[in-house]
Structures are given as C-alpha cells and as structure tokens.
C-alpha cells in the first residue's frame, strides 16, 4: 500500500494562455489548525502542512496567477494588458512543485498583481492582501507585515463601500469586523472604534455571535489600553 503525502496535483488550465499546467495542493488530512489569530490568520500545528503556501495557481508558461475565487470573466482590455505587464515580460518558472515560504509570498504577489490589472472584486484582491500579511508574520517580518495589512485593510474598505462582497463567503458582519481589526492593527484607532461599534450594534439580528463576541473583546482591549495609557 502506497503511503498517502501531504502535497497531491491538481490540474488547471491557464484562461490567459489556455495552457494546461499542474500545481500542488495540500490533502486537508495534513492541516491542523491550532487556533486563529485576531484578524483569523490560522495558526498550524508543527509538522502539519500550511496550504496558503499553494493557495495560487501559477501558469508556468505566461505567469498570469490565479486563485478559485477569481471570476471567469476579463474585462474588456484585461486580457492585453495582462499580456503587456505579465506575460511579455515572464521568464517561464514552475511554481507547481512544493514551495519555500519565500516562493510563496511570490506567488502571492503575482496574483495581487494579476488580481489587479484584472479588475478582480476587491474582496479577492484583500484576501490576496492579507494572506501576504500572514505569511510574513510567520517570519516575524513586522514591516511587511503592516504593508500588506495596510493594502488589505484599504481593498476591504472599498469592498464594503461598493458592496463587492454580496455573494461571497465573507459576510457583512465579519468584513466590518476585519476593516475594525485591520484598523486597530496598523494603528487607525477611531476606524477601529466605529466598525467594532457597528458589529456590536448588529448583535440582536446576527447569526455569527461569533463574530459580534470578538469585536467586544477587541474594543474593550482597546479601551483599557487608553485607560493604562492615560489621556
């Protein structure tokens, strides 16, 4: 009997180049999560596999890079500017094998970019963000950390204000929840206040008490930092 391992190939075709490429995935039996972290970046037990490193699909051939959450669909000039910025001017790497944490945030940072050049939702484009964020912390990179948080933060922002995320997994409850806690993090304490404040005021018609119970916790952590503090 074979031994089942961590990583398995999953097949993808390229709606850039229409090439078909495989990338590595992560068997869920090999993710432990210990707990979740503020801002709900999961925390992994040691000697169990991360997936966020193979959350991407790379395309060997042009390097358009691509998550699930992506839309089929490129607006109309998308596709030659992507051709332009990406593809023309990709040296062709195999990103379907297993990934350092530095090959990772690579990925990443492509399919922000080709998240953007695409005009993807925001919403896609902040989860982009923050799993970058999540990763550096697992470095203790605090700078790049707060980049990213920061370019999160704002993609969040503008997902709630054009209503790009009805339809997703991520409900208003915890978008205003992760505009506050992204707020509190990179320091922005009156957003932070206001959206925490709007989660708690929603807590008699909510189905994720879950939810409204972090925002408590992270205001009142707030409050007795300005209390220790002093005026």
């Keep these: 009997m074979t031994q089942l391992v961590p990583l398995y190939d999953k097949k993808y075709t390229c709606s850039m180049c229409e090439n078909s490429f495989t990338t590595k995935k992560v068997r869920s039996r090999f993710v432990k999560v210990i ?31 691509f998550t699930d ?13 992507i051709q ?28 922000a970019y080709s998240s953007m050049l695409k005009k993807e939702k925001h919403i ?23 980049r990213f948080l920061k370019l999160a933060l704002k993609e969040y922002t503008e997902s709630y204000s054009t209503g790009d995320y009805k339809g997703t997994q991520v409900s208003e409850l915890r978008l205003m929840y992760l505009i506050g806690e992204l707020s509190r993090r990179v320091g922005q304490t009156q957003d932070a206040v206001r959206f925490f404040s709007r989660v708690i005021e929603k807590q008699r018609q909510s189905v994720e008490p879950q939810i409204v119970e972090l925002a408590k916790e992270r205001w009142q952590e707030m409050r007795e930092e300005q209390t220790v503090g002093g005026p």
């Design 84 to 111: 332009e910025k990406i593809c023309s001017q990709w040296v062709p790497h195999n990103y379907g094998e297993e990934r350092t944490i530095q090959e990772a945030v690579n990925t990443f940072k492509l399919a």
């Design 124 to 146: 896609v484009t902040a989860g982009l963000y923050i799993r970058i964020a999540w990763l550096y912390r697992t470095t203790d990179n605090l700078d790049q950390e707060m």
């Design 35 to 65: 707990r979740f972290d503020t801002d709900f970046a999961p925390l992994y037990a040691d000697g169990y596999e991360n997936p966020n490193f193979y959350y991407i699909n790379v395309c060997p051939d042009c390097g358009y890079s």
């Design 69 to 81: 959450d992506f839309s089929s669909y490129f607006p109309p000039g998308a596709k030659q500017v």
